[in-house]
């Protein structure tokens, strides 16, 4: 099969575009033909190396699969070839007391396809059945691939995590991102007020066009002062956190008494400053978030059925132009999800 794969950690010019062997089947897979592949800032991470976690190498990317079922394991029944699939993106053992009370994504051997394991930048995949979600028929491969990995991680953070309630103010910083704008769509089907954040009035303008009540151009504004401006000095209740160091301790300032701020990243920066005396006094909350389960995955799946959650598809390249989809990323020239098309 073709594939894009790097041999070593490194800038975009890592990435090869080359033949690598099919993948070998397990008895309880699925080979799944890839159709359309969305990028995260996870395909970027592992391209360029973290502290203390280890790619195998050589890698391929890609943790957001839209495909055709090929072939299906020996001890598979429900799942046929010629299918067209959604691929969950987390692995989990499927046995242990987090996995089978639906929290997949606290499972110790919990990993993420395309990030400790080969994903869909490439022809072929293979997942197990479980990981396996019948496509909406109306949705193009490429608009399915934009929805897993963003709308499980926001759903996780807001309603899981943060529980959202009807009426409160929502702070969503990066709007322009994938997640971002998941998070804004999210919080308004949950009758939330959504305040959010973006580098460009470009991209301001499209959060606006999802439902976001309120702007704020951060490159231009103070993100603390404008929240404490639009909710009348109250502050917000609930921040949507992915940014890092570079918004943290405004974040914080931003809260309202009792409020929470929930994180699953920190794409500028993992060190985050903080008044222990602010946080203990006014009450306030720090929500981590990983993922998500495949059940609330299926969840966001049905709301997409619905038309009341939909992707947001930024710009669709080819599978040999992964490089330059990822130089996208990395400039944060996107709004919404950049796409792979491999067929």
Known sequence: MKAVV????GGVDKLRYEDRPDPVMKDNEVLVRVKACALNHLDIWGRVGLPGVQIPLPHISGDDISGEVVKTGRLLTRTRPGEEVIVSPGLSCGICEYCLSGRDSMCR??????????????????????????????????????????FMTAWHMLVTRAAIAPGEYVLVLGAGSGVGSAAIQIAKLHGARVIATAGSEEKLKLARTLGADELINHSE???????????????VDVIFEHVGSATWEKSIKSLALGGRLVTCGATTGYAGQTDIRYLYSRQLSILGSYMASKAELLKVIELVKQRRLKPILDKVYPLTEAAKAQERM????HFGKIVLSVE
């Open 6 to 9: 790097f041999h070593e950690h």
């Open 109 to 150: 051997s919990y990993k993420i396809i395309g990030y400790l394991v080969d994903g869909g930048y490439a022809e072929l995949v293979s997942v197990p059945e479980v990981n396996i979600i019948p496509k909406p028929e109306w949705l193009k491969h490429e608009e399915a691939a934009a929805i897993p990995l963003v």
């Open 221 to 235: 504004q103070d993100i603390a002062v404008e929240a404490r401006r639009i909710t009348e000095k109250r502050g």
């Open 330 to 333: 990395e400039k944060r020239e």
